[in-house]
């Protein structure tokens, strides 16, 4: 299937190289190449096929954030605007992790940017933010997720 196929909404916002570097400068890191591949494809978007299964359980992913123009996420919120607020305004999250999508409570998908485990998911709730309690390993990385999707 053609990989944009498989999101029922992306933005109307286009991600250009420039736009990554841009973010990535930002953060002081690069992100991982299957999440860039990604916003450079669809930025962002509502996958049709919402589930993804691992060791900890079933998720449910419900949008996937664009880079920047919160107009694909059900909640309109953006990967930027996300980092800005919960890891730099209310440091609720390590700047080591990239919010990159949620599930239908609010709760984070976020990509580890440290280089002992670069690229790969975590699965954070609302609590454990709050709570700074371990966060849990969903995924090696952002294909697995997408991949795994059913």
């Known amino acids: 299937m053609d990989y944009v196929k498989q999101f029922k909404r992306n933005s109307r916002f286009a991600v250009s190289n420039s736009d ?3 973010l990535e400068d930002r ?3 690069k992100l ?3 999440l860039t591949s990604h916003y450079l494809k669809v930025n962002g978007g509502i996958p049709i096929k919402q589930l993804f299964e691992s060791e ?3 998720f449910f992913i419900h949008g996937i954030m664009p ?3 919160g107009d694909c996420h059900p909640s309109d919120i953006s990967l930027e605007g996300t980092y800005q607020d919960l890891v730099m305004t ?3 999250l390590r700047k080591s992790l990239l919010p990159f999508a949620s599930d239908e409570g609010g709760n984070m998908f976020c990509c580890s940017l440290r280089k002992r485990d670069f ?4 699965f954070v709730t609302n609590e454990e933010m709050l709570s700074g309690e371990r966060f849990r390993l969903v995924a090696k ?4 997720i997408i991949d795994g999707l059913h």
């Open 32 to 34: 991982p190449e299957d």
């Open 56 to 58: 900890e359980g079933e």
């Open 141 to 144: 990385s952002f294909k697995c």
């Open 20 to 22: 990554v570097q841009k």
């Open 67 to 69: 880079l920047r123009g």
């Open 119 to 122: 690229g790969h998911v975590y």
């Open 27 to 29: 953060i002081g890191v």
């Open 90 to 92: 209310r440091k609720v």
